[in-house]
């Protein structure tokens, strides 16, 4: 009876320990070939630090609004109308940080290290320059932006501050996401994973401190967040500057990579042209459906504000899958390998909507006390949680389609998602949101069930247009 036990229990502690060496392997970091061997293990190493980092990111986007919800409706409805122009911004580092992932990335595979440094100092130049071009119109047209967003002239002057400090000093946002694209692309996402856990756990740190002036820090109420947060993104991108510029990495920078290649930078661009472009449609999209949410009142504005913090708590870290997937699509088919390359989507598509599908049910039965953790306006957190009811109807296909999109953009080829993302956002979703919540008289519920129909159904193209398997021949 002993000996059975014993013989019944070896393989699972075997496992647990296989398990849990995989584990620290993902988190410290090491060199590692992803073009052979287990495509489970190398999921599981990639998207261990990219679940990791994203978790991160979302958890400071929880935290961050917990603290701004303390101040008032009116500080919250502010974040919500900026953040909702600032995804501008975000959509231009992650398209970056997709072009950028996707050149590293079949450079490393090719056994190119050269020229994927070469890649990385060039990212480093169109954030420089990118950065001053958003800057300049941002500082002088802060004020503008907001009232033309929110509909109460009070709340619109109240957060100017915070949204001229978040334009200006937008380098550290570019920079954070487009040299973890970087780190992504060369397969060392350990180093991705801590740049941003430096740089939000910074922000997590200083944001109650800056807001209300813990100790010797003056009290700066909404301001502080934007401090806060430019502090900790900062301090994240000289993290990881020392890492690219320090030797025996895979991707290391010298100082002749940091002058112009107009023939890399030029390949870069129009390589980001797709993945910026299908962000910035995305993005537009969400300005628009903001402006409808504005128009029916601030509160609804503010419990859809606060469901997006939550949901993104879920998505980024799916992102993670989806960056792990795209790192494998890049390597494996500069490595010449496309069917290892189609199999790596499929079984990061497959653990992404078992995630998903799990978050989608707790969100239909907890939405308002989750809602309830950030206000206790009834009518906020009335709104909030039928906006997470409804759009978490359609988690599944979330977490089928961002991987498989995001394998697409990791093959090169970001045409063919820029253009899904145009037919279902701008074709579908702003129309469709327009005419139930305003037309139909639906309100806040129609605008919901406009963003569920078209993810949905830009999911299911994209597994349609990834299965016809043209991205296999797209070259970088």
């Known amino acids: 009876m002993i000996m059975k036990t014993e013989t019944t229990h070896l393989p699972t502690e075997s496992r647990l320990k296989r398990w849990g060496s995989l584990l620290k392997q993902a988190i410290l970091g090491s060199e590692q070939d992803y073009t052979h061997g287990s495509i489970d293990k190398a999921i599981v190493l990639l998207a261990i630090p990219m679940i990791l980092e994203m978790a991160m990111e979302s958890l400071f986007a929880v935290v961050d609004m917990f603290f701004v919800a303390q101040i008032s409706v009116a500080a919250v409805a502010t974040v919500g109308a900026t953040e909702s122009v600032l995804t501008l911004i975000y959509s231009l580092g992650i398209g970056l940080s997709s072009a950028a992932t996707a050149m590293v990335a079949r450079r490393v595979g090719e056994g190119k290290r050269k020229a994927a440094s070469f890649a990385a100092g060039q990212t480093i130049i169109i954030a420089l320059v990118l950065s001053v071009l958003i800057a300049v119109p941002g500082y002088f047209y802060a004020d503008d932006i907001l009232h033309l ?20 000093a937008n380098l550290p946002i570019l920079l954070l996401w487009m040299l973890n694209g970087v780190f992504r692309g060369a397969g060392d996402a350990s180093t991705a994973m801590r740049a941003l856990w430096i740089a939000n756990g910074v922000n997590i740190l200083l944001v109650p401190i ?3 002036g813990w100790g010797p820090f003056p009290e700066m109420g909404l301001l502080g ?19 690219l510029f320090g030797p025996g990495k895979i991707i290391h920078i010298r100082r002749a990579y940091l002058r112009v290649q107009t023939e890399i930078i030029t390949r870069l661009l129009k390589l980001a042209a797709g993945g910026t472009g299908q962000y910035l449609i995305s993005s537009a999209s969400w300005i628009f459906l903001m402006y409808i949410l504005g128009q029916i009142g601030k509160d609804v504005q503010a419990g859809y504000t606060i469901a997006i913090r939550i949901m993104i708590f879920s998505i980024l870290p799916c992102w993670g899958m989806a960056n792990a997937a795209s790192t494998l699509v890049g390597q ?41 953790l950030f206000t206790d306006e009834p009518a906020v957190i009335n709104a909030g949680a039928l906006a997470l009811r409804i759009m978490a109807s359609g988690y599944i296909f979330y977490g089928s389609g961002m991987v498989i999109a995001q394998s697409i953009n990791g093959a090169g080829d970001t045409r063919t998602p820029t253009i899904l993302n145009f037919i279902f956002f701008w074709l579908v979703e702003i129309p469709l949101a327009a005419f139930l919540a305003l037309w139909l008289d639906w309100g806040q519920t129609g605008v919901y069930w406009s963003i569920v129909i078209a993810e949905s159904g830009m999911a299911l193209a994209a597994i349609w247009v990834f299965r016809k398997g043209k991205w296999k021949t797209t070259r970088i």
């Open 149 to 168: 967003m929110i509909k109460d002239p009070a709340v619109a002057e109240y957060g100017a501050p915070f949204t001229r400090l978040m334009f200006v």
């Open 210 to 212: 800056f807001i209300f």
């Open 225 to 243: 967040a934007a401090v806060a947060t430019t502090t900790g993104r900062s301090i994240g991108v000289f993290y990881q500057l020392w890492h």
């Open 332 to 372: 494996n088919l500069g490595a010449g390998f496309p069917d290892r390359a189609e199999k790596s989507a499929w079984r990061a598509a497959f653990f992404n909507v078992v995630f998903m599908g799990v978050i989608g049910l707790c969100y239909a039965f907890f939405s308002p006390s989750l809602i309830g």
